[in-house]
């Protein structure tokens, strides 16, 4: 694998807690963040993302507004959305939000598109979640015209059209970097390919190598509108610790909380350490040693020829220590790792066990 493989991070913003186990307040949680992406952007990390949800468990509903501070801090760390929700937002304010981002970090914005995994902010917006599917297809057709950044005419169902109308900042560059989120159907990775967009797959879960039919999918649609090619991209959790041991019992209890929060919604059963720690040898996430984390992003990027990963470090409730330290890690000995052992002439073996 001889391309330049791109390693960033995000989180969800998570609401974490602090030594006693105590929940931090919100205004806390939003300013650790940007203490992380400061760090990462120290340590040599490429990316940070920042994931969008309006619910008590997240403490970030807008993304551009972080990123912003974080720009402020930063000198070349390129700033994201992990995802913004589009469906339930205007893609015109979307694009204004992230042009400004844009323009005050000189260049270094990107937006990640998707629908998201919650639904809360259909009924707090106003949407109807009958129009699910829709509003994602017509909101993404508006962006994908207003990333011309040339006067706009427009029209669709479920929102009001445009005619001849400038948006406004634009960019420096002319481009903004915009990302399609894909969960993994085949309905999505066409839908990224009709607009020409990078795709991000969402991972997390099961063997990341089952998504290798929605790369060799991607690549050969875009392959057939003869266009250049375009970058793929995974995230996927995971904690990074000095050891195996350290990061698989830092990481337990919060991964629990998380996962049978959101299980108990969902209807799925608690989750038992056995799955956890099948999941950690043999699936998508990405805890461990430097070295077991890098063997294993090397191993998924080799096996998928990506051009980007990210790792999503924020995991539930677990403290903003800990994530310093994960971060530090990732960006000090994860990074260098990997790209040591990519550019290894023998391929990457498997993924490997903890």
Request: hydrophobic residues 40%; glycine residues 10%; proline residues 7%.
């Given at each position: 694998m001889n391309k330049h493989l791109e390693l960033g991070l995000d989180t969800f913003g998570d609401v974490t807690v602090d030594a006693d186990g105590r929940s931090l307040s919100y205004a806390q949680v939003l300013r650790n963040i940007v203490d992380e992406a400061v760090l990462a952007d120290q340590v040599g990390v490429d990316f940070i993302g920042v994931g969008e949800h309006h619910r008590d468990d997240f403490a970030v509903t807008s993304p551009e507004v972080v990123l912003a501070a974080i720009a402020g801090r930063t000198e070349r760390i390129r700033l994201g959305s992990a995802v913004t929700v589009l469906s339930s937002d205007d893609p015109v304010r979307v694009f204004e939000r992230f042009a400004t981002v844009d323009g005050i970090s000189g260049g270094r914005a990107e937006v990640i598109l998707g629908r998201g995994s919650f639904t809360e902010s259909f009924p707090l917006f106003g949407y109807d979640?009958?129009?699910?599917?829709?509003?994602?297809?017509?909101?993404?057709?508006?962006?994908?015209?207003?990333?011309?950044e040339d006067a706009v005419t427009w029209q669709g169902r479920l929102r009001a059209p445009l005619k001849d109308q400038q948006v406004f900042?634009?960019?420096?560059?002319?481009?903004?970097?915009?990302?399609?989120?894909?969960?993994?159907?085949?309905?999505?990775?066409?839908?990224?390919?009709?607009?020409?967009?990078?795709?991000?797959?969402?991972?997390?879960?099961?063997?990341?190598?089952?998504?290798?039919?929605?790369?060799?999918?991607?690549?050969?649609?875009?392959?057939?509108?003869?266009?250049?090619?375009?970058?793929?991209?995974?995230?996927?959790?995971?904690?990074?610790?000095?050891?195996?041991?350290?990061?698989?019992?830092?990481?337990?209890?919060?991964?629990?909380?998380?996962?049978?929060?959101?299980?108990a919604e969902r209807g799925w059963g608690p989750v038992t350490r056995d799955a956890y720690e099948r999941e950690a040898r043999l699936g998508s996430l990405y805890v461990g040693s430097p070295e077991t984390v890098a063997r294993k992003i090397a191993a998924t990027a080799s096996a998928l020829e990506l051009d980007r990963f990210d790792l999503k470090y924020s995991n539930g409730p677990m403290p903003h220590e800990q994530l310093m330290t994960s971060v530090e890690l990732y960006g000090t000995e994860v990074i260098p790792r990997v790209r040591e052992l990519l550019a290894e002439e023998t391929p990457v073996e498997g993924l490997v066990a903890v």
């Open positions: 979640l009958g129009d699910y599917e829709e509003l994602f297809e017509e909101k993404l057709d508006l962006f994908s015209d207003l990333l011309s900042p634009k960019t420096e560059s002319g481009s903004l970097k915009t990302w399609v989120g894909v969960g993994g159907s085949p309905a999505s990775v066409l839908r990224a390919v009709n607009y020409r967009l990078p795709m991000m797959l969402a991972i997390i879960g099961g063997d990341p190598l089952r998504f290798r039919q929605f790369v060799d999918l991607y690549r050969r649609a875009l392959a057939e509108t003869e266009g250049p090619d375009l970058p793929v991209g995974v995230h996927s959790p995971g904690h990074v610790a000095a050891t195996d041991e350290e990061a698989l019992e830092q990481l337990w209890p919060h991964f629990k909380a998380n996962r049978d929060r959101i299980g």
